[in-house]
């Protein structure tokens, strides 16, 4: 008997799966659940024992656990009870209706905040899937040649993005694992300009002239995957005289006609069949492009086989399994098997690397790269400008809710009082700040909605036709990113004023005279010196940019910039070409309205085609330095208005006769001079230097010395200039320089004369200040993006100031009242209640100054030249501030001072 | 109009009001003893409140005995309208059995 009721005692079910009952089953449902079950349990161990009674007892348990018998959300255990949630829902809704203005401050300005942010993450999006849509893009490598002295490493300036002609075959037939090659190299290689023209069956011309043309490997098409509308990949530039146009190109020339097998002139001397149609080329192609010359019309002559030529993007497709490093690495042996004469007689080593297409746009920035490409730098910097806008928001609503608690604090005493936990109170207003924080998400889609197209035209690029055809619509991880804002945000923000409100205690609170001082204070005062600090470096930011883009574009360039109007000389032409546009620039210059005219291979704003080697006469080859060619006639100095400052200015009589000539007479830039190590200008002047013009080393005569003008832009130094005179060129481009009285007038005087000159061909011309100014787009561009942002953070951080000042004012009113009786002057008031803001904005001062003079001065060490980091830069911005500050408070605490004292007073 | 009432329904109908003091463990294991099946307290327990739900079943919490540990029992028997249910029941299936065609 002792020994079974031993055994009884010690089989009991198990406790685990017994407390795991307690826990989840209702507890009216409890009592009968578990004593059915421990009964069962007992009669069992005697039927099939112990092992198998404990084994059903918690298959038992577990199969209890179903929604009927689990107990219901229960105010004691969980935060919120479906009626209490209802609850909650209707006070937050009061209290969002009951204060407007803190609503709408705290609603707009965490929606400004998203909005910003969703905008900022669409173009790092876009700018970080560049080349994506090509099938094979992962294999597909561009590769690039850098030009290296011993011991120098390889750097974007020493690198360019094109390569010789010869590299491509010869890869492919050394490696087995290159798949294919294909070359594409630009038009103006060839040709000047082009002009394209298609006759139709009637007769009738139809004439373009085309710039954005390649001339292109048939495996261009097949390497990369733009989609084709008409004709195949494989086969549109697989014959001589074959091109391929873009939908819109060919609904340019064709309208609604087939555009196969019809055929463009280019130049009115080379007839092209039209082999295929792609789709216009997407905005996120590193390469852009609308006409495509099969590369089989260069025809021989051209030397595909060249080794010193760097003017070909050189694309290979490696076999899937290929390794790029591996194959990057047999390339020293590549080089020196075919370039080692070449090296060694221009003196340079050669080296080539694979660069991933997929990576080109944000981290190319190469010599002659296809178009202006964007910066990894810069993504980091939206990035870290999306997240302070954002920040400002989230402290906003910090800041704005433990102020505003105090008028709830009432509330909370009564929920307490009728028996709220804590945790059900931090629930509650997790909820409220989840409830603004998604109103915010929907008036953001609003914003967004409404500033998409503004955004398109401030960053420049077509990132879709509308919103919602966005890819990243599809993609989980943005929805995924989008929830986890709303999330993480409420949470973020809705904790701690959650956590300060649930704390007050009710007896206090409810007694009525609940003082207005808590903890909060100081939290909130970091709040809003850390939100200072982050305007501040924005505005120091914005300003720099802003100076810094004015400078460039009002400094002197050395040239009169502002009355030159550029023609481009004529696209169709014979031998007779030199004459003519002597005998054009006679005709022209008759004219009263016109000063000068010159015909030069380039123009300031471009960087000069050719380069080439210089030394001393007398020493040493070793010695030479590196210097840009620049033809000019001998208006050129007057036309542009530069100086020689030492010298003179060529004339007629020094043009050099021909390419083979053994002497000429030349002027060269201070730069030059100085890179030669000449102690002065004068010291230069009648000094042979040695050069190539042709084949035979030239020996030069310094007669004149150019004043030193941006050939570039101020990002680049100036660059060293060897100008000439030769008899034998063509020219690129005429230079007129005018007077802008009748500009309508003078330019179409300039119509005639060159359609008279040159009968068949179109004029093309532009300004040569929007010229030059096109080199800053992409600063240009940044500076607006920047602005904007700046502006959007700016202004979500005044919302938060504003309802800031408004709350603690409100605490004050009764303190102001008293100053007042006691014969305060509303000045003093005022000063007194914006000291503290005042305060704030210096303690932030200090971080925020040393941040940002760190940040611009990164940024300016990109500009060649630049602004002066002055003081006014760092005092500017933060009286700036102060103003906004001042302002934006100043609406309350004019107010707050001016109100009659016995009104305040009489609250008691 | 017979309610539909499943065949373990129709079972645990009947063991209640065979059984004397019918609650979750008496029931299952009549049940058990009766129709040589094993059943769990659950799926007991879910039948019964289904049955009470449906009115052929009523309950009350019995008295705290010592024997569970003071936990109470949830005890049922039978409405009228559950035995008029199991009658009719009863009759229909004489009358389905009647129909069979007899070879004999």
């Given at each position: 008997?002792?020994?079974?009721?031993?055994?009884?005692?010690?089989?009991?079910?198990?406790?685990?799966?017994?407390?795991?009952?307690?826990?989840?089953?209702?507890?009216?449902?409890?009592?009968?659940?578990?004593?059915?079950?421990?009964?069962?349990?007992?009669?069992?161990?005697?039927?099939?024992?112990?092992?198998?009674?404990?084994?059903?007892?918690?298959?038992?348990?577990?199969?209890?656990?179903?929604?009927?018998?689990?107990?219901?959300?229960d105010s004691t255990h969980l935060l919120i009870t479906?009626d209490m949630f209802?609850n909650y829902f209707k006070i937050a809704?009061r209290n969002l209706?009951k204060s407007?203005?803190f609503?709408?401050?705290?609603?707009?300005?965490?929606?400004?905040?998203?909005?910003?942010?969703?905008?900022?993450?669409?173009?790092?999006?876009?700018?970080?899937?560049?080349?994506?849509?090509?099938?094979?893009?992962?294999?597909?490598?561009?590769?690039?040649?850098?030009?290296?002295?011993?011991?120098?490493?390889?750097?974007?300036?020493?690198?360019?993005?094109?390569?010789?002609?010869?590299?491509?075959?010869?890869?492919?037939?050394?490696?087995?694992?290159?798949?294919?090659?294909?070359?594409?190299?630009?038009?103006?290689?060839?040709?000047?300009?082009?002009?394209?023209?298609?006759?139709?069956?009637?007769?009738?011309?139809?004439?373009?002239?085309?710039?954005?043309?390649?001339?292109?490997?048939?495996?261009?098409?097949?390497?990369?995957?733009?989609?084709?509308?008409?004709?195949?990949?494989?086969?549109?530039?697989?014959?001589?005289?074959?091109?391929?146009?873009?939908?819109?190109?060919?609904?340019?020339?064709?309208?609604?006609?087939?555009?196969?097998?019809?055929?463009?002139?280019?130049?009115?001397?080379?007839?092209?069949?039209?082999?295929?149609?792609?789709?216009?080329?997407?905005?996120?192609?590193?390469?852009?492009?609308?006409?495509?010359?099969?590369?089989?019309?260069?025809?021989?002559?051209?030397?595909?086989?060249?080794?010193?030529?760097?003017?070909?993007?050189?694309?290979?497709?490696?076999?899937?399994?290929?390794?790029?490093?591996?194959?990057?690495?047999?390339?020293?042996?590549?080089?020196?098997?075919?370039?080692?004469?070449?090296?060694?007689?221009?003196?340079?080593?050669?080296?080539?690397?694979?660069?991933?297409?997929?990576?080109?746009?944000?981290?190319?920035?190469?010599?002659?790269?296809?178009?202006?490409?964007?910066?990894?730098?810069?993504?980091?910097?939206?990035?870290?400008?999306?997240?302070?806008?954002?920040?400002?928001?989230?402290?906003?609503y910090v800041n704005l809710s433990t102020v505003k608690s105090l008028d709830r604090a009432r509330e909370v005493g009564l929920r307490k009082v009728v028996g709220a936990a804590r945790l059900q109170l931090i629930g509650q207003f997790l909820l409220e700040s989840m409830?603004i924080?998604?109103?915010?998400?929907?008036?953001?889609?609003?914003?967004?909605?409404?500033?998409?197209?503004?955004?398109?035209?401030?960053?420049?690029?077509?990132?879709?036709?509308?919103?919602?055809?966005?890819?990243?619509?599809?993609?989980?991880?943005?929805?995924?990113?989008?929830?986890?804002?709303?999330?993480?945000?409420a949470l973020l923000v809705g904790f701690y004023p959650a956590w300060m409100l649930s704390s007050f205690r009710p007896a206090k609170v409810l007694k009525g005279n609940f003082h207005h001082s808590f903890t909060g204070v100081s939290l909130r005062k970091v709040l809003?010196?850390?939100?200072?600090?982050?305007?501040?470096?924005?505005?120091?930011?914005?300003?720099?940019?802003?100076?810094?883009?004015?400078?460039?574009?009002?400094?002197?360039?050395?040239?009169?910039?502002?009355?030159?109007?550029?023609?481009?000389?004529?696209?169709?032409?014979?031998?007779?070409?030199?004459?003519?546009?002597?005998?054009?620039?006679?005709?022209?210059?008759?004219?009263?309205?016109?000063?000068?005219?010159?015909?030069?291979?380039?123009?300031?704003?471009?960087?000069?085609?050719?380069?080439?080697?210089?030394?001393?006469?007398?020493?040493?080859?070793?010695?030479?330095?590196?210097?840009?060619?620049?033809?000019?006639?001998?208006?050129?100095?007057?036309?542009?208005?530069?100086?020689?400052?030492?010298?003179?200015?060529?004339?007629?009589?020094?043009?050099?006769?021909?390419?083979?000539?053994?002497?000429?007479?030349?002027?060269?830039?201070?730069?030059?001079?100085?890179?030669?190590?000449?102690?002065?200008?004068?010291?230069?002047?009648?000094?042979?230097?040695?050069?190539?013009?042709?084949?035979?080393?030239?020996?030069?005569?310094?007669?004149?010395?150019?004043?030193?003008?941006?050939?570039?832009?101020?990002?680049?130094?100036?660059?060293?200039?060897?100008?000439?005179?030769?008899?034998?060129?063509?020219?690129?481009?005429?230079?007129?320089?005018?007077?802008?009285?009748?500009?309508?007038?003078?330019?179409?005087?300039?119509?005639?004369?060159?359609?008279?000159?040159?009968?068949?061909?179109?004029?093309?011309?532009?300004?040569?200040?929007?010229?030059?100014?096109?080199?800053?787009?992409?600063?240009?561009?940044?500076?607006?993006?920047?602005?904007?942002?700046?502006?959007?953070?700016?202004?979500?951080?005044?919302?938060?100031?504003?309802?800031l000042?408004a709350f603690t004012l409100k605490q004050r009113t009764k303190e102001?009242?008293?100053?007042?009786?006691?014969?305060?002057?509303?000045?003093?008031?005022?000063?007194?209640?914006?000291?503290?803001?005042?305060?704030?904005?210096?303690?932030?001062?200090?971080?925020?100054?040393?941040?940002?003079?760190?940040?611009?001065?990164?940024?300016?060490?990109?500009?060649?030249?630049?602004?002066?980091?002055?003081?006014?830069?760092?005092?500017?911005?933060?009286?700036?501030?102060?103003?906004?500050?001042?302002?934006?408070?100043?609406?309350?605490?004019?107010?707050?001072?001016?109100?009659?004292?016995?009104?305040?007073?009489?609250q008691e | 109009?017979?309610?539909?009432?499943?065949?373990?329904?129709?079972?645990?109908?009947?063991?209640?009001?065979?059984?004397?003091?019918?609650?979750?463990?008496?029931?299952?294991?009549?049940?058990?003893?009766?129709?040589?099946?094993?059943?769990?307290?659950?799926?007991?327990?879910?039948?019964?409140?289904?049955?009470?739900?449906?009115?052929?079943?009523?309950?009350?919490?019995?008295?705290?005995?010592?024997?569970?540990?003071?936990?109470?029992?949830?005890?049922?028997?039978?409405?009228?309208?559950?035995?008029?249910?199991?009658?009719?029941?009863?009759?229909?299936?004489?009358?389905?059995?009647?129909?069979?065609?007899?070879?004999?």
């Amino acid at each position: 008997m002792a020994e079974e009721r031993e055994h009884k005692r010690d089989v009991t079910p198990p406790q685990w799966a017994n407390r795991f009952l307690e826990w989840y089953c209702a507890p009216n449902l409890l009592d009968e659940v578990q004593g059915d079950l421990h009964e069962a349990f007992y009669i069992r161990v005697k039927q099939y024992g112990a092992r198998k009674a404990k084994w059903l007892f918690v298959k038992e348990v577990l199969l209890f656990c179903k929604p009927s018998s689990v107990k219901k959300p229960d105010s004691t255990h969980l935060l919120i009870t479906p009626d209490m949630f209802q609850n909650y829902f209707k006070i937050a809704f009061r209290n969002l209706t009951k204060s407007k203005v803190f609503s709408a401050i705290n609603v707009f300005g965490l929606a400004v905040g998203l909005a910003a942010s969703f905008l900022i993450t669409q173009y790092i999006h876009f700018e970080s899937n560049y080349d994506q849509f090509h099938e094979k893009v992962d294999r597909i490598y561009r590769v690039t040649l850098s030009s290296v002295q011993p011991g120098e490493v390889v750097t974007p300036q020493n690198t360019s993005a094109v390569n010789h002609p010869a590299v491509g075959p010869a890869l492919q037939e050394d490696f087995p694992q290159v798949e294919a090659f294909a070359r594409a190299v630009t038009q103006t290689l060839f040709i000047n300009a082009s002009s394209i023209t298609y006759v139709d069956e009637t007769g009738q011309a139809t004439t373009f002239n085309e710039d954005r043309m390649y001339i292109a490997d048939s495996a261009f098409l097949t390497i990369f995957s733009f989609p084709f509308v008409a004709g195949s990949a494989e086969t549109a530039l697989a014959e001589p005289q074959t091109v391929a146009i873009s939908e819109s190109t060919a609904k340019k020339y064709f309208g609604s006609a087939d555009p196969l097998g019809k055929v463009l002139e280019i130049n009115g001397e080379l007839p092209l069949t039209v082999r295929g149609v792609f789709k216009d080329i997407p905005e996120d192609s590193h390469i852009q492009f609308d006409i495509l010359i099969s590369f089989l019309t260069l025809g021989e002559k051209w030397g595909y086989d060249t080794w010193i030529w760097p003017e070909f993007y050189t694309y290979v497709l490696l076999a899937p399994e290929a390794d790029p490093e591996q194959l990057e690495a047999q390339f020293p042996a590549f080089i020196d098997q075919y370039m080692t004469d070449i090296m060694a007689e221009h003196k340079f080593q050669a080296e080539m690397h694979l660069q991933p297409v997929g990576d080109i746009h944000l981290t190319s920035h190469y010599n002659n790269e296809a178009e202006a490409n964007s910066s990894e730098q810069l993504m980091t910097f939206l990035t870290i400008l999306a997240a302070f806008i954002l920040f400002l928001a989230w402290i906003n609503y910090v800041n704005l809710s433990t102020v505003k608690s105090l008028d709830r604090a009432r509330e909370v005493g009564l929920r307490k009082v009728v028996g709220a936990a804590r945790l059900q109170l931090i629930g509650q207003f997790l909820l409220e700040s989840m409830l603004i924080n998604v109103l915010a998400l929907l008036l953001s889609v609003g914003i967004v909605w409404l500033a998409w197209p503004f955004f398109q035209q401030i960053t420049g690029k077509e990132i879709s036709e509308s919103l919602w055809a966005l890819s990243v619509w599809q993609e989980l991880w943005f929805w995924g990113l989008i929830v986890g804002v709303i999330v993480v945000g409420a949470l973020l923000v809705g904790f701690y004023p959650a956590w300060m409100l649930s704390s007050f205690r009710p007896a206090k609170v409810l007694k009525g005279n609940f003082h207005h001082s808590f903890t909060g204070v100081s939290l909130r005062k970091v709040l809003v010196s850390f939100q200072f600090v982050l305007t501040i470096i924005l505005i120091i930011g914005t300003i720099t940019v802003y100076k810094q883009l004015s400078f460039m574009r009002n400094q002197d360039l050395g040239y009169a910039k502002d009355q030159l109007l550029v023609v481009k000389s004529p696209a169709i032409y014979d031998s007779t070409i030199t004459q003519q546009i002597t005998s054009f620039k006679t005709e022209l210059a008759r004219h009263s309205a016109i000063h000068q005219v010159t015909a030069s291979t380039e123009i300031p704003g471009e960087t000069i085609f050719a380069r080439n080697h210089i030394w001393k006469k007398g020493k040493e080859k070793n010695t030479d330095v590196g210097f840009f060619y620049l033809d000019i006639d001998p208006d050129f100095i007057n036309t542009f208005e530069m100086t020689v400052i030492a010298g003179r200015n060529l004339r007629e009589e020094d043009k050099v006769p021909s390419f083979d000539a053994k002497y000429a007479k030349i002027m060269i830039n201070e730069a030059l001079v100085k890179k030669l190590g000449y102690s002065s200008n004068e010291d230069a002047l009648h000094e042979r230097l040695i050069f190539r013009l042709g084949l035979p080393e030239v020996e030069g005569e310094v007669i004149g010395v150019v004043k030193n003008y941006h050939q570039r832009s101020l990002q680049q130094a100036y660059d060293p200039i060897l100008f000439i005179y030769p008899g034998w060129n063509r020219w690129q481009y005429i230079t007129v320089n005018l007077s802008t009285d009748k500009l309508p007038q003078t330019i179409a005087t300039v119509e005639e004369e060159f359609q008279q000159a040159f009968p068949g061909n179109a004029l093309e011309y532009f300004f040569l200040d929007d010229y030059f100014n096109r080199q800053y787009e992409a600063d240009q561009r940044f500076g607006s993006i920047f602005s904007v942002f700046t502006t959007l953070a700016i202004v979500v951080a005044c919302l938060g100031l504003f309802g800031l000042s408004a709350f603690t004012l409100k605490q004050r009113t009764k303190e102001i009242g008293i100053r007042k009786v006691l014969g305060a002057s509303v000045a003093r008031i005022l000063a007194l209640l914006s000291q503290d803001f005042v305060k704030l904005i210096f303690i932030a001062s200090l971080v925020a100054l040393p941040i940002a003079y760190f940040a611009i001065q990164h940024w300016l060490s990109n500009y060649a030249f630049h602004i002066e980091i002055s003081v006014w830069l760092f005092l500017l911005p933060l009286l700036l501030m102060l103003a906004i500050a001042l302002v934006t408070i100043s609406i309350h605490t004019f107010k707050a001072a001016l109100a009659n004292p016995a009104k305040s007073l009489r609250q008691e | 109009m017979i309610p539909n009432l499943g065949q373990l329904e129709e079972s645990v109908l009947l063991l209640v009001m065979i059984v004397e003091e019918a609650y979750g463990v008496s029931v299952a294991q009549a049940y058990e003893e009766k129709t040589d099946n094993t059943i769990s307290i659950p799926a007991i327990h879910t039948v019964l409140k289904r049955l009470e739900k449906k009115g052929m079943l009523r309950s009350w919490m019995g008295k705290a005995t010592a024997e569970r540990g003071g936990r109470r029992k949830r005890l049922f028997e039978a409405t009228p309208y559950g035995y008029q249910v199991i009658s009719q029941l009863r009759e229909n299936r004489i009358k389905l059995w009647s129909l069979i065609p007899k070879f004999n």
